[in-house]
Nanobody, 123 residues
Framework: QVQLVESGGGVVQAGDSLRLSCAAS????????LGWFRQTPGKERDFVAA????????YYADSVKGRFTIARDSAKNTVYLQMNSLKPEDTAVYYC????????????????WGQGTQVTVSS
């Protein structure tokens, strides 16, 4: 059974850091590009960051570039999102996502989703 399980969300203050983790199971980790999306109430799910199957290429939304870092650990079947210099506008539910063979930035093209983890940044 395919599973993506996020952890690491919480409540922090502006300027703080947080690291999200997403543990994958039930499929061949190395065949999938991985990513993070986020969503606030009443809005669409937005692309945040993605990493290729090999981990050699990363992609970021302009709004997080220079502050967030995505990484994957094949030995642990886990993808991470290191978030630094957090801002109140980063407040959202963050979702881990997997897409076989290549990176996508469109939610409708994602193969698997995690359940989401809440990140709240207070000013």
């Amino acid at each position: 059974q395919v599973q993506l399980v996020e952890s690491g969300g919480g409540v922090v203050q502006a300027g703080d850091s947080l690291r999200l983790s997403c543990a994958a199971s039930g499929w061949t980790f190395s065949r999938y590009a991985l990513g993070w999306f986020r969503q606030t109430p009443g809005k669409e799910r937005d692309f945040v960051a993605a990493i290729s199957q090999s981990g050699g290429t990363t992609y970021y939304a302009d709004s997080v570039k220079g502050r967030f870092t995505i990484a994957r650990d094949s030995a642990k079947n886990t993808v991470y999102l290191q978030m630094n210099s957090l801002k109140p506008e980063d407040t959202a539910v963050y979702y881990c996502a997997a897409k076989r063979d290549f990176v996508v930035r469109v939610p409708s093209a994602i193969d698997y989703w995690g359940q989401g983890t809440q990140v709240t940044v207070s000013s």
